[in-house]
Nanobody, 121 residues
Framework: QVQLVESGGGLVQAGGSLRLSCAAS????????MGWYRQAPGKQRELVAT???????NYADSVKGRFTISRDNAKNTVSLQMNSLKPEDTAVYYC???????????????WGQGTQVTVSS
Protein backbone atom coordinates (compact mmCIF):
# COMPACT_ATOMS: atom_id res chain seq x y z
CA GLN A 1 0.00 0.00 0.00
CA VAL A 2 1.23 3.47 -0.92
CA GLN A 3 0.34 6.57 1.07
CA LEU A 4 0.84 10.22 0.22
CA VAL A 5 0.71 12.65 3.11
CA GLU A 6 0.56 16.40 2.47
CA SER A 7 1.38 19.22 4.81
CA GLY A 8 1.84 22.97 4.75
CA GLY A 9 -1.55 24.39 3.84
CA GLY A 10 -3.14 27.26 5.69
CA LEU A 11 -4.44 30.81 5.58
CA VAL A 12 -2.34 33.59 4.09
CA GLN A 13 -2.92 37.13 2.88
CA ALA A 14 -2.70 38.00 -0.78
CA GLY A 15 0.92 38.47 -1.79
CA GLY A 16 2.13 36.03 0.82
CA SER A 17 3.83 32.66 0.49
CA LEU A 18 3.21 29.07 1.50
CA ARG A 19 5.14 25.86 1.00
CA LEU A 20 3.37 22.55 0.53
CA SER A 21 5.10 19.24 1.04
CA CYS A 22 4.09 15.67 0.24
CA ALA A 23 5.78 12.48 1.35
CA ALA A 24 5.20 9.06 -0.19
CA SER A 25 5.55 5.93 1.91
CA UNK A 26 4.85 2.25 1.54
CA UNK A 27 6.10 -0.62 -0.57
CA UNK A 28 7.00 0.29 -4.15
CA UNK A 29 9.86 0.17 -6.64
CA UNK A 30 10.01 3.78 -7.76
CA UNK A 31 8.02 6.93 -8.42
CA UNK A 32 7.73 8.38 -11.89
CA UNK A 33 6.07 11.78 -12.20
CA MET A 34 4.82 13.65 -9.13
CA GLY A 35 2.58 16.65 -9.12
CA TRP A 36 0.20 19.03 -7.47
CA TYR A 37 -3.42 19.59 -8.43
CA ARG A 38 -6.05 21.83 -6.90
CA GLN A 39 -9.80 22.01 -6.68
CA ALA A 40 -11.72 25.14 -5.80
CA PRO A 41 -15.35 25.01 -4.63
CA GLY A 42 -17.67 24.34 -7.55
CA LYS A 43 -14.81 23.76 -9.97
CA GLN A 44 -13.07 20.76 -11.44
CA ARG A 45 -9.71 19.59 -10.20
CA GLU A 46 -6.95 21.20 -12.24
CA LEU A 47 -3.25 20.66 -12.73
CA VAL A 48 -0.94 23.07 -10.92
CA ALA A 49 2.51 21.63 -11.58
CA THR A 50 4.24 18.35 -12.31
CA UNK A 51 7.82 17.12 -12.13
CA UNK A 52 9.39 13.99 -13.57
CA UNK A 53 11.92 11.80 -11.81
CA UNK A 54 14.55 13.51 -13.94
CA UNK A 55 13.48 16.96 -12.80
CA UNK A 56 11.57 18.22 -15.84
CA UNK A 57 8.76 20.50 -14.77
CA ASN A 58 5.44 21.65 -16.15
CA TYR A 59 3.24 24.45 -14.79
CA ALA A 60 -0.25 25.75 -15.34
CA ASP A 61 -0.14 29.15 -17.01
CA SER A 62 -1.91 30.68 -14.01
CA VAL A 63 0.97 29.85 -11.65
CA LYS A 64 4.03 30.26 -13.88
CA GLY A 65 6.57 32.57 -12.33
CA ARG A 66 4.94 32.35 -8.90
CA PHE A 67 5.03 28.65 -7.98
CA THR A 68 8.01 26.30 -7.98
CA ILE A 69 7.79 22.52 -7.79
CA SER A 70 10.70 20.41 -6.57
CA ARG A 71 11.31 16.86 -5.43
CA ASP A 72 13.76 14.77 -3.47
CA ASN A 73 13.95 11.34 -5.08
CA ALA A 74 15.90 9.86 -2.19
CA LYS A 75 13.20 10.87 0.30
CA ASN A 76 10.24 10.34 -2.05
CA THR A 77 8.97 13.84 -1.43
CA VAL A 78 7.62 16.63 -3.60
CA SER A 79 7.19 20.25 -2.60
CA LEU A 80 5.42 23.28 -3.98
CA GLN A 81 6.71 26.73 -3.12
CA MET A 82 3.92 29.23 -3.69
CA ASN A 83 4.79 32.93 -3.80
CA SER A 84 2.75 36.02 -4.63
CA LEU A 85 -0.41 34.18 -3.73
CA LYS A 86 -3.74 35.48 -5.00
CA PRO A 87 -7.28 34.93 -3.72
CA GLU A 88 -7.96 32.85 -6.84
CA ASP A 89 -5.32 30.37 -5.64
CA THR A 90 -7.69 29.38 -2.84
CA ALA A 91 -8.42 25.66 -3.18
CA VAL A 92 -7.75 22.23 -1.77
CA TYR A 93 -4.36 21.14 -3.06
CA TYR A 94 -3.73 17.48 -3.79
CA CYS A 95 -0.45 15.65 -4.23
CA UNK A 96 -0.26 13.01 -6.96
CA UNK A 97 2.35 10.38 -7.72
CA UNK A 98 2.69 7.80 -10.49
CA UNK A 99 4.07 4.85 -8.56
CA UNK A 100 5.67 1.70 -9.94
CA UNK A 101 4.64 -1.15 -7.66
CA UNK A 102 5.93 -4.08 -9.70
CA UNK A 103 8.04 -4.28 -12.86
CA UNK A 104 5.33 -6.18 -14.73
CA UNK A 105 2.66 -3.56 -14.00
CA UNK A 106 2.25 0.00 -15.34
CA UNK A 107 2.65 2.88 -12.88
CA UNK A 108 -0.44 3.61 -10.83
CA UNK A 109 -1.66 7.02 -9.68
CA UNK A 110 -1.94 7.66 -5.95
CA TRP A 111 -3.41 10.77 -4.35
CA GLY A 112 -2.98 12.51 -1.05
CA GLN A 113 -5.90 13.52 1.14
CA GLY A 114 -5.62 17.18 0.21
CA THR A 115 -4.62 20.29 2.12
CA GLN A 116 -6.56 23.54 2.22
CA VAL A 117 -4.96 26.75 1.00
CA THR A 118 -6.91 29.94 1.62
CA VAL A 119 -5.70 33.31 0.37
CA SER A 120 -7.49 36.35 1.77
CA SER A 121 -7.72 39.63 -0.09
Amino acid sequence: QVQLVESGGGLVQAGGSLRLSCAASGSFLSINAMGWYRQAPGKQRELVATITSGGSTNYADSVKGRFTISRDNAKNTVSLQMNSLKPEDTAVYYCDAAVLIRFALPPRDYWGQGTQVTVSS
